[in-house]
């Protein structure tokens, strides 16, 4: 890496099975870094196929003091929530969700692409809440891929999936100042990123970029200095997640599926998971995702 060039960190995401041989990379939170504006956890699944008669099963689980963000490369998930939320989601769409002071969900393969098998590919982040914000009222919203602003020319397209950028807003509502945007450039196209947020990274998907005289390859995390101006270069068609935002107002803990300013709350949702107190997700409340022992 050039000294004083515009990347500060290169992560490289480790793989995580998440259970019958559906892997995940999981770029945060890192050593290098924890998070990226509020960003403080990003895995991508896929791609992958499942087979006949198989899918996704991420059985009900709870969530405290974030909001959890599903973007779709390919394929559907159905998801379900404590508040009688029940939306599928395909390539393009968001399913946004504030967890707040609580929620569970789970998220599935439906019945009818289960029987034939079906491709499954995408990002799935969560976005740390501001402590003014933690305890709010958890909600759910579907936003379809035709609600999202899209910037297309020379040879690039941003869709912004959410805050604001490229003088483009998303309808997405958000309880930070955030940048989260899905980009594809051909082969020779560049892509400016300017200063407007303190915290800013990229996730290649696909493709070869050049930033600041180095290449990166595909499933890297880039984190850059702020203040840099900056500009993407593909030397490949490409295709990369721009993400983040103004730094967090303080430290984060996380401990499974709970963030949270306060440890003292973190101990709070172990002890309400177990107790029953999140309540049960209508058409999914057969079956639950136990309290980890560790």
Request: aromatic share 10%.
């Amino acid at each position: 890496m050039p000294e004083g060039g515009p990347v500060s960190a290169v992560i490289t995401p480790h793989s995580k099975d998440l259970g019958g041989g559906f892997h995940v990379k999981r770029a945060l939170p890192a050593i290098e870094k924890r998070m990226i504006g509020p960003f403080i956890f990003w895995d991508e699944f896929g791609p992958a196929r499942f087979e006949a008669g198989k899918g996704l099963d991420v059985r009900p689980h709870p969530h405290i003091n974030l909001a959890t963000v599903t973007y779709l490369f390919e394929g559907e998930i159905f998801h379900r929530d404590t508040l009688g939320s029940a939306q599928a989601i395909k390539p393009g769409d968001v399913n946004w969700m504030n967890a707040g002071r609580g929620i569970a969900h789970s998220e599935r393969t439906a019945p009818e692409l289960r029987a034939t098998g079906s491709p499954i590919g995408g990002i799935q982040s969560w976005v740390a809440l501001p402590e003014k914000h933690e305890e709010s009222a958890p909600f759910f919203k579907h936003h379809a891929e035709s609600e999202l602003p899209l910037i297309a020319e020379g040879g690039k397209a941003v869709r912004v999936i959410a805050g604001k950028l490229y003088g483009k807003a998303s309808p997405v509502e958000t309880y930070s100042r955030i940048f989260y945007a899905d980009a594809r450039l051909d082969a020779g196209a560049s892509l400016p990123l300017d200063t407007e947020y303190e915290e800013r990274g990229l996730y290649l998907v696909s493709g070869v970029i050049e930033v600041g005289g180095e290449a990166h390859e595909a499933g890297r995390l880039l984190y850059f200095h702020p203040g840099q101006a900056i500009t993407i270069n593909a030397r490949t068609p490409a295709r990369f997640m721009l993400l983040g935002g103004d730094a967090m107002d303080g430290p984060r803990h996380i401990w499974w599926n709970f963030v949270s300013s306060r440890k003292e709350r973190i101990e709070q949702a172990k002890e309400d998971w177990k107790a029953g107190k999140f309540g049960t997700v209508p058409g999914d409340d057969k079956e639950f995702i136990p309290l980890p022992e560790h």
